[in-house]
């Protein structure tokens, strides 16, 4: 089978579902910052997602008894479309044997942050597709707190009210957090609440009303660029057909169990304007 790996931990499988289907969701993290479908138990594998336009209205001018112009609204449907990703492990009855410790539960973590990084992976891939930009490098700059500014406007130019959510490579927000620390300044005036918050605890939290969030799932450029994003819930989708399920099979000529975990889901762009992609040089020099 496909992304197969060999397991030389023992235990038993009673809390591998469990601690699998507990790790998924703690460490799935973008799922819950996008606009999510359930497709489990209905038939088809795909989320057939209504858009409607934004029409204008117009003053009635020629009297109160007269009526108002007839206006069609015609709403066109993105399809998202459900894919099966998979992952084994193969636990030989030797190594289940010759171990004290609880594999199940380490099998089980192993297949769920496997699963939860493949999620928010495909989810933020889909930050290269946003049409809006903020800064776009040439190779030098770096993450400030003037491009949350900068995408911010772009938003809200585009009729997108809050609230905001910004993810960045922890390279990208390595200068974000020494901007907002001031650090390396000449002269060191009064920080902001978030800048000594960031000097306390290495924690950004929420900037200019955005909920910053940081992991290494955001992804990089050929040019050695990241490419993060200031985005609306709205943007992105994600659609569940089938959540983490776990299955064991037993391969009686290699004497092992295969332990198999699988789950099905679409991820895509809803609405393309709710989102401004951000691509920032993302070196760490000394």
């Known amino acids: 089978m496909a992304n197969s790996t060999t397991s030389t931990l023992a235990g038993l499988f009673t809390t591998i579902q469990q ?5 998924m969701q703690e460490r799935a993290f973008m799922r819950p910052l996008v606009r999510n479908y359930n497709l489990t ?40 479309t459900a894919t099966e990703v998979a992952i084994m492990a193969t636990l030989t009855d030797m190594a289940r044997d010759s171990t004290a410790d609880d594999s199940a539960a380490a099998i089980g973590r192993v297949l769920g942050e496997t699963l939860a990084k493949k999620v928010d992976e495909d989810i933020a891939a889909l930050f290269t597709g946003f049409s809006s930009s903020g800064t776009l490098v040439a190779g030098t700059s770096e993450l400030t707190p ?47 609440d978030v800048g000594n918050e960031v000097l306390r605890n290495g924690y950004i939290g929420r900037l200019f009303g955005v ?47 295969e ?25 760490i020099t000394n």
Do not use: W
């Not at 995408?151 to 490579?169: C, D, E, K, M, W």
């Not at 399920?245 to 092992?256: G, K, N």
């Open 211 to 257: 909920d910053i969030y940081e992991s290494a799932v955001v992804t990089g450029t050929s040019a050695g660029a990241y490419v993060g994003a200031v985005m609306h819930s709205d943007a992105l989708v994600f659609a569940m057909k089938k959540d983490l399920v776990i299955e064991t099979q037993r391969d009686a000529s290699l004497r092992a169990t």
């Open 19 to 23: 601690t699998a289907l507990f790790t």
């Open 146 to 192: 003037d491009d949350i500014l900068n995408a911010i406007a772009q938003l809200r130019a585009n009729s997108v009210t809050g609230p905001y959510i910004g993810v960045f490579h922890p390279y990208q927000t390595y200068n974000l957090r020494k901007v907002l620390a001031n650090a390396g300044a000449a002269t060191v005036p009064a920080l902001s």
């Open 41 to 80: 138990g209905q038939p088809g594998k795909a989320a057939h997602v209504g858009i409607y336009p934004t029409i204008a209205t117009s003053s009635i001018t020629s009297g109160e008894n007269s009526d108002a112009t007839a206006t069609t609204i015609t709403a066109t449907e993105k399809t998202f």
């Open 259 to 283: 332990i198999v975990a699988s789950m099905s889901y679409a991820v895509g762009e809803l609405f393309d304007l709710h989102g401004v992609k951000i691509v920032t040089d993302a070196s």
